[in-house]
């Protein structure tokens, strides 16, 4: 086919596609990229950091940006790697925990990202629901009351999908000991600590605690990079050892994680992204998700809605029965926005594009839908 | 950090890899994306496949580059998704085949990727190696002997990763009959297609065998796509049912298979390539790379060295016990070549960025380099 019509074609396809820039995409956890991410991706596109050997230049790369984020988390003398995503991510933890441990029991709360189920059928673990308590988050007693003999790992979700709240992470590590202790991260890695430089916040959940042993933490969220930038940080690189194989034919000898291939621009666009914003970059970034989350809960009493909670992060739901209604309806009007089950209530993310502006077109939209429900 | 010096550490890493234009890389499946899969990328760098219902446009590109692909390799009425990679795409068929069976035991030939032991160890399988016959292909009447009760699949190799092999796929699906059967066409996929359309080769191998249930498929390899361009088909769209999971915050009731976000960049970038190529852009690349190959045999045969088998595909290694010595030295004189252990020899992957004149360099190289031996 020749090279226009191609062109032609996928510009047809970009056109029907929603984007962030439009504002009226509410329940996504990804960003825009950073432009200057997207040009590195694309510089870096034939990188493989699979075959490691080849790429001593990306390979810096991804050793300094690991330790820029161990830095952010309080990791020290641990080890990371970039990942496909917070999925990935949470697979590969659960998969150490099962073979460092021999045990196929995981503890997780009710809010943990359907990631975990795929864990746990894929690895032949048993998933073990924790419940939540008043503000949704990980119920310490109930943790309690099931620690056994068998149990692999116990998680806990540092930004939930959901809710965006942040589990008791020191006091879960209280309860779970020496049992291998994940924090889901991907979506709050990139907010909670500036929440914490914000003083808006504070909170005991990431490598501060020392019980915690793995994180996961996407950069293609909150971090502005390009997909896929989902990394995974361990407290100790000697976790690596029984998820490593053999790879005669690449230029390493061990071949460490669950991918062959490593999709390696992103790392390159990560790189971009991270050093250019900056810490303080972050910070203005989630300052102002803020300011709009709150800008956002007030519009949205205005129209008759109540939170779920005071939001803690950028993820905000409202209770209505009505919520899978509700989101066909405005889906029909063209805004892309969420649900949750339980409790029931329709949920939006406040990501970088969604301003003031965005949110008071939004709530205007809703409160005429509303009226033909 | 100023963007100013971001960019100028980038550039200096950029430096530092290794690329496929160099020449200098022999050992790589991996390929340089077409420049106009790089711009398409870019373009799409914010979608993301894991959340359908925001990406209709892109969604479109998947569903016709699965049909291009899945009438490639004679499937009809299938299903396929674009995945991380042949690694990914081998663990889910894995994982598809387990869930279906209830059972563990995987048949694979000793020239199976690493990848199937990532499979079987994540999985909780246990990967049966059937030994190869003299033509390094899997043995049937091996194969035969190990069918039990408790096989959940039989893989076979289209293009293996040591020897570019590709083992009898019709026979092996004769001896397997109702159990699952995988192929792993991660390099082959893209080859052998157009070997047989240039009559250079002719196999049944492929989805004309009534008993191959699932292929993985890479188009960043042999497809001049970016990674990651993993693709796996399955032979009926239900097998996805057991790989499926609830996911009510997304646009699409439920999330199949393995990761959560998908890097969908990649898809728009492999729709670049596959349209704008057609099938004569890649059966001339399958006929040079071919070309290249003998005409690498023929020079290794001057500087004294046997291929281990007469290549099929355009891998192709060279016998010596000296393998890991000569690719030391190699190294140090700044070419990549790679080494397999059974039996020993170095190992060169002709992509096409391998010319005749890189071929002419790279073995003058090696022959002083015998010399200091």
């Known amino acids: 086919m020749p090279s226009e019509e191609v062109e032609r074609r ?60 161990s830095e952010l988390v309080h990791l020290r003398n641990g080890w990371g790697q970039f990942v496909g995503g917070g999925t990935e991510a949470n697979i590969t933890a659960m998969w150490i925990a099962r073979n460092l441990s021999g045990k196929k029991k995981i503890l997780a709360p009710e809010s943990a990202h359907f990631s975990m189920k795929k864990a746990a059928d894929l690895l032949g673990m048993e998933l073990v629901d924790v419940p ?12 309690e009351s099931r620690i056994e003999e068998d149990v692999a790992a116990v998680m806990g979700v540092a930004g939930s999908t959901e809710l965006g709240t942040v589990d ?90 669950l991918a062959g291939t490593r999709p390696s621009g992103a790392v390159a666009g990560a790189y971009a992204a991270i050093k250019s914003m900056g810490r303080e970059g972050y910070r203005d970034i989630v300052r102002r998700c803020m300011d709009n989350t709150r800008y956002l809960v007030e519009k949205m009493w205005a129209v008759g809605f109540e939170p779920v909670i005071e939001p803690v992060t950028n993820v905000v739901a409202f209770r209505t029965d009505d919520a899978e209604r509700i989101r066909a309806e405005m889906d029909r009007k063209g805004w892309k926005i ?36």
């Open 10 to 69: 996928l510009r047809e396809a970009y056109e029907k596609d929603f984007h962030f820039e439009d504002g009226h995409v509410l329940g996504s956890m990804c960003s825009k990229p950073e432009e200057l991410a997207v040009k590195y991706h694309a510089l870096f596109s034939e990188a493989n950091l699979g075959n490691r050997g080849l790429y001593p230049g990306t390979a810096m790369l991804e050793d300094e940006l690991i330790s820029d984020i």
């Open 338 to 373: 969420s649900v949750i089950r339980r409790p029931r209530a329709i949920r939006i993310v406040v990501m970088p594009y969604v301003t003031k502006e965005v949110i008071e077109q939004f709530t205007e939209v809703l409160s005429d839908a509303l009226k033909s429900l």
């Open 168 to 257: 008791p992470i020191d006091e879960i590590s209280g309860i779970a000991g020496d049992i291998f202790l994940h924090v889901d991260a991907a979506f709050g890695g990139m907010v909670l600590p500036f929440l914490e430089e914000l003083g808006i916040w504070r909170g005991n959940w990431d490598f501060r605690v020392e019980g915690v042993d793995s994180m996961s933490l996407d950069l293609h969220k909150m971090g502005m990079a390009t997909v896929p930038s989902g990394i995974l940080l361990l407290r100790n690189r000697e976790y690596v050892g029984p998820i490593s194989v053999e790879s005669p034919y690449l230029t390493t000898e061990r071949n460490i994680g």
């Open 132 to 143: 939540l308590d008043d503000g949704y988050r990980m119920d310490a007693d109930a943790l």
